[in-house]
């Protein structure tokens, strides 16, 4: 089994800034990458931004420039840095690990719970 449990999330005012954590843990050998997806209310996951073991990142184009991902690896844990949020930032966050070959809660469809960012005056 391996867990993915999700933590930071909040109510922040537009601008503002919150550190969302994930961390890895079970029947893990090696984490080849982590992303992290958001869901708002009555639309698609999406993803959000990725990255690699090397630390190569990517991010959808809506969140460049205001979200940093960084991991730590001897920890398992994959950091999102959000700043500038805005009100369409307003979803839950929740990230996935490739362990091996499959990205773990993709092919599970497990997502658990996440965590929830509202970004709101």
């Known amino acids: 089994q391996v867990q993915l449990v999700e933590s930071g999330g909040g109510l922040v005012q537009p601008g503002g800034s919150l550190r969302l954590s994930c961390v890895a843990s079970?029947?893990?050998?090696?984490?080849?990458?982590m992303a992290w997806y958001r869901q708002a209310p009555g639309k698609e996951r999406e993803l959000v931004a990725g990255i690699t073991s090397g630390a190569s990142t990517n991010y959808v184009d809506s969140v460049k420039g205001r979200f940093t991902l960084s991991r730590d690896n001897a920890k398992n844990t994959v950091f999102l840095q959000m700043n500038n949020l805005k009100p369409e930032d307003t979803a839950v966050y929740y990230c996935?690990?490739?362990?091996?070959?499959?990205?773990?809660?993709?092919?599970?469809?497990?997502w658990g719970q996440g965590t929830q960012v509202t970004v709101s005056s």
């Open positions: 996935d690990g490739r362990f091996g070959n499959r990205w773990y809660r993709t092919a599970t469809n497990d």
């Open positions: 079970g029947r893990i050998s090696s984490i080849n990458a």
